[in-house]
């Protein structure tokens, strides 16, 4: 479970990536993996992984902590690619059994794909490991801002993504206590099967929801006393600045996404 | 001089199922700048009504209630006395609205508009003054409850309110975080003049006030100094209200040996009338 959102993945360190503007990061996460869509190449990987263990060493985060991430989605990308290792038809057919036969052009292909999302996790799980995440929602607030010229509600959507990360530890609670609280009425939710448990959550989840509005009333009354209006004017207390950091990192990346732009297709 | 807050026939209802509900009737009192007044009353005696009303979080239906010379009656009238007048409510959870301790301060100033670079200062200032300053870059979800009732008041005290509305706010605390948000209101009403409201079950917090107004059934049935509130046993019978536990010791004290009965507020006054009655 989620021990502590408010640090989320946030691992403190002091590399040039901690420091940076949010929306530097936020801007060269999307376009890399904009990029990341359109390469098709080996050494395109190569360098991608070299770029990315390289990153990772800066901010010492562990190896392991940068696999974690890929775990839970293990299951589906081994899924996906024996699907894709049986069912793509295209080039030498290498091995056959019955009506199932594998080519080259599959093995490839799903070499491809795999080296894909893996360098998607690792550069984004990068954002999250070095960004606190009220520094990434202001971020994005900041990035959206100019929405809110054609009425787009970016103060209140970044009010309640920050709320919405301020209560989680709050409910995250709540729901061990209404746990242990049912648990000694009788509630039984530890034997049984899959459908049984499914019914234990019933009582867990609605007196957590029930909570949750109450608190939700309560706030709102309080946000109010403390003079918030919706779409009124606010300052901010924070500031975002770039710095010559952010430039020398836009810089560096700059160099790889055109060196992975010659390589991808002009070689 | 003017007081900070007027009401005259104060009257609040509310529309349910089609009947209408009445929570206070006709209330009339005033206080002014520098008061620390206490509000006490059974449950569903509408201390809690009056105090949203006294913030503008409700409009009166009929009377008038002028705070800091705005009468409250609707939504932009309601902001202007927001900005005079704080309110600190009971679970402190539910009051605070950013991830850290300084971003919760900030919450207020920004939406006053305070321009961003006076921020930081005020913050600091407020966050000393509340004794929170060296937990400023902290988890809010990692303090106690008398922490993060503190990190609430320093949210309030931020916008510098004339007045601040305790509203059962020591009642989801422990004795040490009651205490210290004691200490807080009294610091407040002596050094800084701001008037202190506070709505509380505790008698032994009442001490502490200038006057009490005891409420039932959303009438005010007293308005009157700690001391003789708790001496006039006929009208704590009738609001359903106890007393100090010094003052129900000394009182059946003096029951029991028919002595005159005095009444005594804390531990102080019990001791020195304990040794006038042994001395004499």
């Known amino acids: ?267 | 001089m003017q007081s900070l807050i007027d009401a005259n026939g104060l009257c609040f209802s509310y529309a349910k199922e089609g009947a209408n509900i009445d929570i206070l009737h006709n209330l009339n009192f005033s206080l002014n700048q520098g008061d620390f007044v206490a509000i006490v009353g059974h449950n569903g005696s509408g201390k809690s009504t009056l105090a949203k009303l006294l913030n503008a979080l409700f409009i009166p239906t009929a009377g008038t209630l002028v705070v800091d010379g705005v009468c409250v009656q609707d939504g932009q009238t309601a902001f202007e006395v927001r900005k005079n007048i704080g309110m600190v409510f009971q679970n402190p959870d539910n009051q605070i609205v950013a991830t850290l301790v300084d971003e919760d301060v900030a919450f207020v100033l920004e939406n006053l508009c305070v321009p961003s670079e006076d921020i930081a200062p005020i913050i600091d200032e407020t966050l000393k003054m509340v004794g929170m300053y060296e937990l400023k870059k902290s988890a809010v979800s990692k303090l106690s409850g008398g922490q993060k009732q503190r990190v609430a008041i320093a949210g309030i005290l931020a916008m510098k309110p004339k007045c601040i509305i305790f509203d059962e706010s020591t009642s989801m605390l422990d004795p040490i975080g009651r205490k210290e948000v004691l200490n807080i209101m009294k610091k407040l009403n002596c050094e800084h003049k701001t008037t202190v409201i506070n709505i509380t079950h505790y008698m032994e917090e009442v001490v502490f006030a200038d006057r009490v107004i005891v409420m039932k059934d959303g009438n005010i049935l007293k308005e009157d100094m700690p001391r003789n509130i708790f001496a006039d046993r006929e009208l704590l019978a009738k609001a359903n209200l106890s007393v100090p536990q010094v003052t129900e010791f000394f009182n059946l004290l003096c029951d029991r040996c028919n002595l005159d009965s005095k009444t005594v507020l804390d531990i102080d006054e019990c001791v020195s009338a304990l040794s006038d009655l042994l001395g004499g």
């Open chain 1, 1 to 267: 479970m989620i021990k502590d959102i408010t640090l989320g993945q946030y691992s403190a360190g002091n590399s040039i990536l901690h420091k940076i503007d949010p929306r530097t990061k936020i801007f060269t996460t999307v376009v890399y993996i904009f990029f990341l869509f359109f390469i098709d190449n080996f050494f395109c990987y190569a360098i991608n992984f070299f770029v990315i263990f390289f990153l990772y060493s800066r901010c010492k985060i562990s190896l392991k902590m940068m696999f974690n991430n890929i775990k839970p989605i293990l299951p589906i990308l081994i899924f996906t690619s024996i699907i894709n290792l049986f069912t793509l038809r295209d080039g030498k057919i290498i091995f056959s059994f019955l009506f199932f036969s594998i080519t080259d052009r599959s093995l490839l292909f799903i070499f491809m794909i795999f080296c894909r999302i893996v360098l998607l996790i690792f550069s984004s799980s990068l954002l999250t490991y070095t960004t606190l995440p009220i520094d990434l929602t202001y971020g994005i607030e900041k990035i959206l801002k100019p929405l809110s010229k054609i009425k787009f509600p970016v103060d209140e959507i970044s009010m309640m993504i920050s709320i919405a990360i301020r209560f989680i530890p709050t409910l995250i609670s709540e729901t061990e206590k209404i746990i242990l609280a049912q648990k000694s009425r009788g509630v039984d939710m530890e034997s049984g099967n899959i459908i049984k448990k499914v019914k234990c959550m019933i009582p867990i989840l609605i007196p957590l929801f029930i909570s949750a509005f109450r608190r939700a009333d309560e706030l709102a009354i309080a946000m109010e006393s403390r003079c918030y209006r919706v779409g009124q004017k606010r300052t901010r207390y924070k500031q975002l600045k770039f710095c010559y950091l952010d430039l020398i990192f836009l810089f560096g990346f700059g160099i790889v996404v055109s060196v992975l732009v010659l390589v991808n297709w002009f070689l």
